[in-house]
């Protein structure tokens, strides 16, 4: 991937290298014919798939899915949008989901048991939701009930979770959030408890916490869950308004002050936009933090002629860059980077899908246990009725 400055015509550009075409990161194996990326009529292969299941078919593209298989999508969405999508969509036989896994476990537990969810790559996860796993979370909890704090203590998870700890915390009296409603869904923490565990992304969490609640750092706590007791002593606990669990997104922890810094010598009149998954100091330091929707929202309403460094994954910052030519859209980071794994869904894997699914085949389908989906479907209802 390469960098260049922003055209003479102010449109950012951002130009694929060679030998950096995402396509390149494919690799995984699937369970049937995957069609060659040369091949020139995935496009019309995609096509006819999709008029021959018609209203049986509904696909979600969530905004860091790549432009080959996002103009494929029914509708596009951050991870709370496509949530409502799923949810909203009762007819359809056929979910697809061109997105990541914690996603499409929640179109299925938000879906009727007759609807069927199809993630057209199943290697397409999410690292940060691999930070958290069930049994390192019960631990977690074992810790604060034994220091007598897990009473008062509300988990809230992150939708960047699968479904496991989505039913954890629908088990424990908590919620989900998105980058949307983290805010919102912290309040109505508040309200039940004393204290919140917020699973798995340390940033999202501490960012919510001091920028829109106003406590201080010291009232957040790390809990790593690779030492011994999380690596906090009961009185730490205690005193804590949030413990926050040691998880982080690979895509965003990217980005630092250095970028945001570079960028406003380079460009001084520059708005800088990040999500809120980026570390705090950079949250700080930019001009606006924001949800996916809330960053497209924010440049579909800026002015001609202004100027946008915008830290989030890169497909969606360069469909911004081409949407909005009169306006300068740049990636705020020089070492640009694709979220990898919402790269997996590619046109050859969607067709293959889609192919399937015409031929009466469901491959790749996502399902989650009854019992964890009822507990998950709790906490996810109780984050839909947030809003
Ligand atoms: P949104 O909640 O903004 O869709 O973000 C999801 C995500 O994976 C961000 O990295
Ligand atoms: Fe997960 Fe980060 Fe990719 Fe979002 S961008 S899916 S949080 S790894």
């Known amino acids: 991937m390469t960098w260049t400055e922003p055209s003479p015509t102010g449109t950012a550009l951002l130009l694929l290298g060679r030998g950096s075409d995402p396509s390149s990161e494919r690799g995984v194996d699937c369970p049937g014919e995957l069609p060659a990326p040369s091949d020139p009529t995935l496009v019309a292969r995609a096509a006819a798939a999709k008029a021959a299941l018609g209203d049986r078919l509904f696909i979600l593209g969530h905004h860091y899915q790549r432009d080959e298989v996002i103009q494929f999508a029914d509708v596009t969405g951050d991870s709370f949008k496509l949530a409502r999508e799923a949810a909203a969509r009762p007819h359809a036989e056929y979910i697809v989901f061109c997105g990541v896994h914690f996603m499409a476990e929640s179109a299925d537990i938000l879906t009727s048991p007759a609807q069927r969810v199809v993630l057209p790559d199943l290697a397409a996860g999410c690292s940060m939701a691999d930070m958290a796993v069930l049994g390192q979370v019960e631990d977690c909890w074992d810790r604060l009930d034994e220091v007598g704090l897990a009473e008062g203590t509300v988990p809230i998870t992150y939708m960047n979770s699968s479904a496991d700890?989505?039913?954890?915390?629908g088990r424990r009296g908590g919620a989900v959030c998105t980058s949307s409603n983290a805010e919102?869904?912290?309040?109505?923490?508040?309200?039940?408890?004393?204290?919140?565990?917020?699973?798995?992304?340390?940033h999202l969490g501490r960012n919510t916490a001091v920028l829109e609640l106003g406590f201080s750092l010291d009232d957040c706590v790390l809990y790593d869950p690779h030492k011994p007791d999380g690596g906090l002593s009961a009185a730490q606990l205690d005193a804590a308004k949030i413990v926050l669990w040691r998880g982080h997104c690979s895509v965003h922890g990217r980005f630092t002050?250095?970028?945001?810094?570079?960028?406003?010598?380079?460009?001084?009149?520059?708005?800088?936009?990040?999500?809120?998954?980026?570390?705090?100091?950079?949250?700080?330091?930019?001009?606006?933090v924001g949800s996916t929707e809330y960053i497209i929202r924010t440049i579909d309403a800026a002015p001609a002629g202004s100027a946008w460094a915008v830290a989030t994954e890169l497909n969606l910052v360069r469909r911004l860059g081409n949407a909005h030519p009169d306006k300068r859209i740049m990636f705020l980071d020089r070492t640009v980077c694709y979220c990898s794994t919402m790269n997996r869904i590619d046109l050859p894997h969607l067709v293959w899908a889609l192919e399937e699914l015409v031929a009466g085949r469901v491959v790749n389908e996502i399902t989650v246990d009854a019992d964890t989906a009822h507990h998950a479907r709790v906490a996810l209802d109780r984050m839909l009725a947030l809003s």
């Open 184 to 202: 919102r869904a912290l309040r109505w923490a508040y309200e039940r408890g004393e204290r919140v565990l917020f699973l798995p992304d340390q």
């Open 257 to 288: 002050v250095d970028s945001v810094r570079e960028v406003r010598e380079r460009v001084p009149e520059v708005n800088v936009m990040v999500h809120p998954e980026c570390r705090h100091d950079v949250v700080l330091a930019a001009d606006h």
């Open 165 to 169: 700890i989505k039913g954890f915390v």
